[in-house]
């Protein structure tokens, strides 16, 4: 891995140059998160140093090496970067999809957005914007990935990928001078229960003409930020009803911990939308919703299909988090199916 990533310390191993450690990562600088969290056996967590001077938190897990006659029959496989919502952070994607993923043969790495998890933070009232987010996602691949990669975005993280895929060199038409400054192309995208296109606006009008209930808690629960507080309310926000209390606690408090400020100005976001059409008819896009979500509808996920011309993946059993819920595993399957068909 490039030397842009500034990795931890490694007790009693030797660390190569791409960051891959088969020890737990310890950090070597204070915290940012109260309740730090510690990345699984075969991960580690990175530093990746942005253009502005700020470290972004990385967690990487190597996938599983196929045997040499493998390496002589298949194609290799699309690094994954994951991107991450809003209170959320890399550990999300840590607890289950990247120990998943990698052992399909996929090497994972889960971002920190600026504010978030272990990243720095800029001096701002908020994180930054579409286009600043997706300019560190890109600066990041750029200096540290080889392949194209497979961007997979969750909530507010799919709203970013998507402005993402609609700025990569293959999809804007232009000069090689013009395309310079645009974003390193990828193999494709993941949208999981992505705030759609128009965001979120569209979301809250619905909820308060059809369901003015549900509207008060979701407003409460996010603007408010009464999930920090109240375990039931996290509970129905987020997750499923077969969650166990004591997972949602612990999940609660990494989601109080992982944002000390707010991912965008929403008025400003609202203003800069819908994101722009993509060009290239040709670009993969997988669309991933759950069921049970409490913060995406049904609508909106169909909206989200609409404006990318693809059907949409609805995952029975599976709520808003569903890569931390209590069956994380049916979205991770859908996906690496998607995945598959790509080679």
Known sequence: MATALCTLILPNVVQSNRGISRTRAVLTRDAKMKVPYEVKQGQSRLFHK???????EVLFQKGLQPDEEEKRTC??????????GSFHAAWCWAEHWLPFFSQNGYDCYALSLLGQGET????????????THASDIADFIHKEIKLPPVLLGHSFG?????????????????????KKSLFPNLSGAALVCSVPPSGNSGLVWRYLFSKPLAAFKVTRSLAAKAFQTSLPLCKETFFSEGMEDQ???????????????????????????????LEDPAFKVLIVGAKDDFIVDREGLDETGRFYGVPTVCIDGVAHDIMIDCSWRKGAQSILSWLNDLK
């Open 247 to 277: 997972l949602v606690a612990r999940y609660q408090q990494l989601m109080t911990e992982s944002s000390r400020m707010p991912l965008f100005d929403l008025r400003k976001l609202n203003a800069s939308l819908p994101v722009p059409r």
């Open 120 to 131: 720095d933070s800029p001096a701002a009232a908020v994180a930054g914007t579409l286009q």
């Open 50 to 56: 942005l253009p502005s001077g700020l470290n972004m």
């Open 75 to 84: 194609t290799a496989n699309p690094p994954l970067v994951f991107v991450h």
């Open 158 to 178: 799919g709203l970013i990928v998507q402005y993402y895929i609609a700025n990569t060199r293959e999809a804007v038409k232009g000069s090689d001078s013009e």
